[in-house]
């Protein structure tokens, strides 16, 4: 039987293999016409402008489209040789079947014309018999996308995917992946469809649709649209399409249907008639090629399935309507012409041209159904050709759910009466985000929607995107109302059988009966000119209501008070600009050359916690710094300003093509920067978050600014700021905003929908309602005071952190506990009066929207206890429950003042009698106080002395090198060491001999007696990293290292030239028109035009490397290699590490990161001679790995110290490569093979083998 999981796994690990081996042979000499073959198709789709990827990421796409062609085109095999389906057996099979396919090879290599083949013609072979069959011609046939270049995959790497098969269990002597189902259940292959590749699951948004889901869909769609037009429909029969049809779940549930249908209408008529018919009916088109072949695979099954067929010979030639192709590009440009640009321009070699100009005409369906994509377009030019073609719905950063929508409708038949039935689920992100505007306001209007199905609260396995499922017709409007199911609460947990969920359960219970209400959705008529205006609001239970009557109230809209809403900047490359701020220090960036950078995740509860920082390459007037590298900041981006120069802006131009500065930031608003107060708030949160901030900060996409008009008083600020963080506001802006996904990128379900973040955007924020009350008034005054005294709390509360425990003089461990015992008992308090003015703060907010009378505004009351918690609020007291955890008292506590006491009883009766007050006071749109929140809505670490004493400890420890003071404010160096490679035992006896690291490293590890080194060793794993590559990277890594070295060449030559320095172009990898043309520019280009001349740009075209991923990182024994680089390869690091170069007393040998290259050359070499001279021998292995740490640092050398130093009176390049030359000669090695240095395998341990 399939083992299901264990199936995925190990075939996710084959395709890395196979994709490793695509990859070297794409490059390859042996194989010069796969190389060229791949480049003329890239060229002819870039002239097409069919895809604006470069040429390394459009490869990668092909590389894995082969490679699962590949395993796929074996899995298929694998299934129909366990399944007796075919015979004999040809790669392997369960008991003798395995030595009969085993035969089966030897056979076909002692013909004397195949004895010269590889497993690769062996496996092309099977596929070919397989091809010549009718029931399989299609999917082993040159649809198959290996048939484009079958000799790319390596021989090799064939006969490792023969024995991947052929593997047997060593315990039970069975094979591994045995396919036997007497069911024939292919569900599998849907899985293998979503997640055998990461890359294309990505690319693609792979999702399968669950089979609930798929037969709701169905039921209300395919259904009635058959007993509408029959079988037998004008004219060419019934038909129905899934444009995005994926692995072909809903393409199964309808053939089946379908054929069902026929076998009702006419009994006595040969099935296979009957089949073929229904398989004439059903059409896909997917632009996965893989999808297509599961898709084509499993139909072919169903139709031998229901005609009882059990041998694969027997079955016929089907015809299947499906496949390879962009829907979108070819179901539109066949009907339009952009300029000189039509369908016929361009088709990729894996699109199935003929099938796509027959299959995807317009108004031709009675059923179209589809999951599609909810990603924005990742291809540039795919994004603008459907920004083109379908110019009604694509809007702004679209997804493609919204072209998708247009297409469904305009498949389907659009004759009236006979129009077609459209279903779809899809991402609800296009209701309240800015991109679904024109589709809502344009679209929408034209067409008969007719049901809007909110799912976002129930649990679709897979779709951790928030969805609606929408169905209608293609024609105009028939009715004044839409029938309408609305989420009230989502999934209370996750249900072990998702089709018997509550909130789906709810669905198909209430959806049919209108004006009906449940605890999970409501089910109304509603008017269908609210669906024509966006945003929508579908909430369920009088929220839609509520929402209206806030609006109605309301004297005027926030954007009418405020100058502006927005980003300060938007850098489009935080991976290198974005730093913390030690490593800012760290590489010597003056204070001016990098600001703090706020983010919105940091923004939480009237309070900006600590982060990273920016660099800054701006003068004060906004305007960007000179192009030199005198500045430091630019020498720090230096690494990345080929990344940073080709950023696309919009428009699709790069950043200098659009005559911008290398290093300026996508987008920079100066004017948002220069004032001092703003209000700043996380744009994505599970709840609303303002801050009034007083200046000196950057603030990213994630942060928004609202800047109030000039010559606005700080208390003005401080009254929005109280409105802005009421639970009122929070409540209106659910309802405008977009939730974001129910599951967390951890794969973990959010259970609660309180939980679930938003997206408050600007935009929507902008019609926020203001009331009169909150212009003037008392209420005004009283709002006023409210949030004047819960920000001055807010600042005392951050005075009494654990980091400011630790910034005083430390004395010993107990009056460090003492200490932090006393801020705790001091926040505590401080957060028990901001739970309480909170509280007082939205209930005068509710007086100002008239929800509430005088009686609950509790002016009078003063807060007068030692702690109130979370859970000791009004809202938790009804329902007897705080979603996060805080204790809920059964009643009133006796203990509070009287005034409290009434007030919160008064509260309590009001929220139980009013629905639109019980609505607002819930966890929904209460504030949750919990701070912070970590990853995926994980709370932070509880112990945070523990997280500030290891902070403090690190810091510590990087102290002890600090050769100048940068590290700390003061500039006093503290450096206890020289500029030297120091071992992890040194650094260690340096903490032993320091009291204060003792008493802190005490607390931090709740004992006095503990061991020194070992913390060091510790606190130092995580923040080393190697200097060798090949000791931090993986294979994939260290390839995409030799295309980013090849790129700083590139950079160092264009330097050179702007410059008007002496180059030898033999020394650089360049083509002789590079080389002609280069030399035609130095001659014609005066040296006064160099800087700023793009034509160089043109003729080195130098590439963009690629992006690394954690993948690509070794992370073995704690390292944090990833975390510490990130996709830039970005030193964050605090040392620099000699694994394989130990100390003499065993320990890892280490260098501050904040030397600098020559300053790590200097150490290394002096090291290598103490080590040469003193602890090892000339023969020591140590020496080698050192020697080539000194050749890495050799380009840099060359880069930043080529001028003769004023010390030794020489150029330290020059010296160090004279260095290496000498030392590597007196290895017996040249420089080359030092540079090539790997550490020796570790010697596998014997395994014993099994019994017999």
């Known amino acids: 039987m399939i083992n299901r999981q264990a199936l995925l796994s190990d075939l996710q690990s084959l395709l890395k293999k196979l994709e490793a081996d695509l990859l070297e042979r794409s490059k390859s000499s042996d194989v010069p016409e796969v190389g060229k073959t791949l480049r003329e198709e890239y060229a002819r789709a870039k002239k097409a402008e069919r895809t604006a990827l470069n040429y390394e990421t459009w490869r990668s796409d092909a590389i894995t489209q082969t490679a699962a062609a590949w395993v796929l085109s074996c899995v298929f095999v694998r299934f129909l040789e366990d399944n007796a389906l075919i015979d004999p057996p040809k790669i392997a099979g369960p008991g003798k079947r395995l030595q009969q396919a085993r035969d089966e090879h030897i056979l076909f290599f002692q013909d004397p014309e195949r004895a010269k083949l590889t497993d690769r013609e062996y496996l092309v072979a099977v596929f070919d018999q397989l091809a010549d069959l009718p029931g399989t011609r299609d999917v082993f046939g040159q649809h198959n996308p290996l048939r484009q270049l079958p000799n790319w995959l390596g021989p090799d790497a064939a006969g490792e995917l023969l024995k991947f098969f052929q593997k047997i269990d060593a315990n039970s002597g069975e094979l591994i992946h045995d396919f036997t189902d007497p069911d024939w259940n292919t569900r599998f292959l849907g899985d293998l469809y979503q997640d055998l590749s990461e890359a294309a699951r990505k690319k693609y948004a792979l999702l399968q649709t669950p089979d609930f889901v798929e037969e709701f869909i169905l039921d209300r769609t395919l259904e009635p649209a058959l007993d509408e037009f029959g079988l037998d429909a004008k004219p060419e029969g019934f038909k129905m399409i899934d444009p995005a049809c994926g692995s072909g779940h809903f393409l199964l549930g309808a053939f089946k249907r379908i054929l069902a249908r026929w076998q009702k209408q006419e009994p006595g008529t040969k099935v296979r008639e009957l089949v073929g018919r229904a398989l004439l009916s059903v059409h896909g088109v997917d632009v996965n090629p893989f999808a297509i072949a599961i898709a084509r695979f499993r139909l072919l099954l169903a139709a031998m399935q229901a005609e009882g067929i059990k041998r694969l010979g027997n079955s016929p030639g089907y015809e299947f309507r499906l496949a390879i192709g962009d829907s979108l590009f070819h179901g539109r440009a066949k009907q339009k012409t952009l300029g000189d640009w039509t369908d016929e321009a361009h088709y990729f070699a894996t699109e199935d041209a003929a099938e796509l100009r027959q299959i995807l005409r317009s108004g031709t369906y009675h059923c179209v159904v589809a999951n599609p994509p909810y990603i924005t377009p ?583 090198f600090d050769l100048d003071g940068r590290m700390n404010d003061e500039g006093k160096p503290t450096a206890k060491f020289d500029v030297e490679l120091i071992s992890i035992a040194r650094l260690a006896d340096a903490a032993r001999h320091d009291s204060e690291f003792m008493e802190v490293g005490q607390v931090y590890r709740d004992d006095p007696a503990f061991d020194v080194q070992r913390l060091v060793v510790e606190l130092v794993q995580g923040e080393q990293v190697p200097l060798l590559p090949v000791l931090r990277y993986k294979p994939a890594g260290l390839r995409k290292r030799a295309e980013w070295e090849n790129t700083w060449q590139l950079q160092r030559l264009e330097d050179k030239l702007r410059a008007g320095e002496e180059v030898s172009l033999a020394d650089y990898d360049l083509t002789d028109e590079q080389r002609q043309q280069i030399a035609k520019w130095q001659t014609e280009t005066p040296q006064s035009a160099r800087a700023d001349d793009r034509n160089l740009d043109a003729i080195l075209a130098i590439p963009v490397p690629p992006k690394y991923t954690s993948g690509d990182f070794l992370s073995s024994g704690g390292a944090r290699y990833w975390a510490l680089r990130g996709k830039l390869d970005v030193p964050k690091e605090r040392w620099i590490s000699f694994p394989h170069c130990d100390g003499p007393d065993g320990t890892l040998m280490l260098a501050w990161a904040g030397y600098n290259h020559l300053q790590q050359a200097q150490a290394i070499s002096a090291y290598f001679v103490d080590v040469q001279e003193r602890h090892g021998g000339r023969d020591d292995p140590r020496l080698v790995p050192l020697l080539a740490s000194i050749v890495e640092l050799l380009p840099w050398l060359k880069q930043w110290h080529h001028e003769v130093d004023e010390t030794y009176g020489q150029r330290m390049d020059e010296v160090f490569e004279g260095f290496v030359a000498e030392e590597a000669k007196g290895l017996g090695m040249t420089v080359e093979e030092v540079r090539a240095w790997v550490p020796a395998k570790k010697a596998k341990r014997g395994t014993k083998k099994a019994n017999s």
Not at 379 to 399: F, I, K, N, V
Not at 634 to 639: A, S
Not at 692 to 716: C, H, M, S
């Open 378 to 960: 990742k291809d540039r030019a795919a994004g603008q050709a459907y920004r083109q073609l379908y110019p009604e719905t694509c809007h702004m950063q679209y997804s493609l759910a919204v072209p998708f929508m247009e297409l469904l409708f305009r498949l389907a038949s659009n004759e009236d009466p006979t129009s077609g039935y459209i279903g779809q689920i899809t991402a609800n992100s296009f209701m309240k985000r800015e991109f679904g505007k024109k589709l809502i306001e344009s679209f929408f209007p034209k067409i008969d929607l007719t049901h809007v199905i909110d799912t976002s609260g129930a649990f679709v396995p897979g779709h951790g995107t928030p969805t609606v499922i929408l169905l209608g017709r293609n024609r105009i409007p028939k009715s004044t109302t839409i029938r309408t199911a609305m989420g009230i609460r989502g999934e209370p947990s996750t249900p072990d059988d998702p089709a018997k969920g509550m909130v789906w359960t709810a669905i198909l219970k209430q959806l049919d009966q209108a004006d009906t209400e449940s605890d999970f959705i409501s089910v109304r008529d509603s008017e269908r000119e609210l669906f024509h205006s966006h945003p929508w609001s579908i909430g369920g239970g009088g929220a839609a209501e509520l929402r209206l009557r806030l609006e109605d109230s309301a004297r005027s809209f926030l954007q009418k008070h405020v100058e502006s809403i927005g980003r300060t900047a938007s850098t489009q490359g935080d991976d290198i600009y974005v730093n913390p701020p030690n490593t800012m220090r760290r590489s010597m960036l003056s204070t001016n050359e990098h600001r703090r950078y706020v983010s919105g995740d940091e923004v939480r509860d009237w309070h900006t916690e600590s982060g990273d920082h920016l660099v800054f390459p701006y003068k004060d007037d906004g305007k960007p710094i000179s192009d030199s590298l005198a500045h430091l900041s630019l020498r720090f981006l230096w690494q990345s300003r080929t990344t940073l120069a080709n950023t696309l802006m919009f428009g699709g131009k790069t950043k200098v093509q659009a005559g911008m500065k290398w290093f300026e930031y996508g987008q920079w608003l100066p004017h948002r920067f220069r004032t001092p107060l703003s209000i700043t708030y996380g744009e994505v949160a599970t709840h609303n978050h303002f801050v009034l901030d007083r200046g000196g900060k950057v603030f990213n996409r994630t942060a928004p600014v609202i800047k109030l008009p000039e010559g606005t008083t700080a208390e003005d600020h401080l009254t929005l700021l109280g409105l802005l963080n009421s639970s009122t506001a929070c409540f209106w802006m659910k309802q405008v905003c977009h939730q974001k996904q129910m599951m967390g990128g951890d794969g973990i379900r959010i259970e609660s929908k309180a939980k679930v973040p938003y997206a408050f955007n600007g935009t929507a924020l902008g019609k926020m309602p203001i009331p009169s009350t909150w212009v003037d008034g008392e209420l005004r005054k009283r709002v006023l005071h409210l949030s004047q005294r819960i920000d001055d709390l807010t600042q005392q509360f951050a005075s009494f952190s654990p980091d400011e425990i630790l910034s005083g003089v430390i004395t010993d461990a107990d009056s460090i506990r003492s200490r932090w015992k006393d801020a705790t008992a001091k926040r505590r308090r401080i957060r028990s009066e901001q739970v309480f003015l909170q509280e007082q703060l939205d209930f005068a907010t509710y007086r100002m929207f008239d929800l509430v009378d005088d009686s609950l505004v509790g002016t009078e009351v003063s807060f007068t206890l030692e702690e109130m918690t979370p859970g000791d609020r009004p809202f938790c007291m009804v329902v007897n429950n705080n979603e996060d955890g805080f204790a809920v008292p059964d009643s009133i506590p006796n203990a509070w003042s009287q005034a409290i006491q009434d007030l919160w009883s008064r509260r309590i009766e009001a929220i139980r009698n009013s629905k639109e007050l019980r609505l607002i006071e819930s966890s929904m749109y209460k504030r949750r106080w919990i701070g912070r929140q970590g990853l995926f809505n994980h709370q932070r670490s509880e112990n945070e002395l523990a997280d500030a004493c290891q902070m403090w400890l690190v810091n510590r420890l990087e102290s002890y």
